[in-house]
């Protein structure tokens, strides 16, 4: 599960932030009743919801996530469990409506131990940089992003010494909104696949299409709807599903 890779730049390609605008008693219709992370091997996720009609946790034969959310409606914690065990929890300082850190804490020794955080810097409402603070005080490697319009189109990632280390480019099918967003506004945090969670797709308004690595490796995306416009399905260049979602709807 999860590890202090955060501080990755895989990791910086999805940290893009945000809990904007302030939740309200949402009439959501549809709830996501199963998720399933191709790529990572973890079995399906059963999704739970709690009586605001929150997502309160997903589960599965091996592990369990719960979610956690204040008075105002932000989602400000996620704790692992596996097999019943706690495992690694992240909490979210939320200003303003918007994530300005993200504190990371691995369970041994009986007890949670800070492993460093994120900390976002924004700029009308959207992240301009997240830089990983290690559980020392020390500044590490950061990720600066650029916006069009309402998508993330490209992200540098840059070592500890300010090295570019890398520039990826997003694009996106700007006919498609990204409606998937809409119906569940916290799933950037919620996303419990551990190797790409807090994906770009599930922050930007429109769908993406494209994604250029920084080795120049290109891969497409494609999709899958359900009746309400939800993607139920994306799918990468190799034929092979990355993500999966059933939903329950009136």
């Keep these: 599960m999860k590890k202090i890779i955060i501080a990755t730049m895989a990791a910086f390609s999805l940290l893009a932030c945000r809990q904007e ?33 929150r997502m309160a946790q997903m589960t599965n034969a091996v592990s369990t996530v719960y979610y956690t ?23 979210y300082t939320i200003s303003g409506g918007l994530v300005s850190q993200m504190l990371y804490y691995e369970y041994y020794g009986g007890t949670y131990n800070y492993n460093g955080k994120h900390v976002n810097t924004y700029s009308s409402g959207k992240l301009q940089q997240s ?56 799933f950037e945090y919620q996303n419990v696949f551990e190797d790409d969670y807090l994906d770009v ?6 769908m993406l299409s494209q994604t250029t690595h920084c080795n120049g490796t290109v891969e497409n995306f494609t999709y899958t709807y359900t009746a309400q416009n939800l993607m139920d399905k994306v799918t990468g260049s190799n034929g092979t599903d990355i993500y999966r979602f059933t939903f329950t709807c009136p």
Excluded: H
């Design 21 to 53: 605008p302030a939740p309200e008693p949402i009439p959501i219709s549809c709830r996501m009743t199963t998720a399933t992370f191709d790529l990572s091997g973890i079995p399906q996720y059963t999704v739970v919801y709690d009586t605001q009609g």
């Design 69 to 91: 959310y204040n008075s105002d409606g932000y989602l400000t914690q996620k704790e692992y469990f596996q097999n019943n065990l706690p495992y690694f929890k992240e909490e």
């Design 131 to 186: 830089q990983y603070i290690d559980q020392n005080g020390v500044a590490g490697e950061k990720g600066v992003y650029t916006w069009t319009g309402e998508n993330i189109t490209q992200l540098k990632t840059y070592l500890s010494d300010n090295t570019l280390d890398c520039t990826i480019n997003y694009t996106y099918d700007l006919n498609k909104v990204n409606n998937f967003n809409n119906y569940f506004p916290f």
């Design 201 to 206: 797709r599930f922050m930007s308004k429109n």
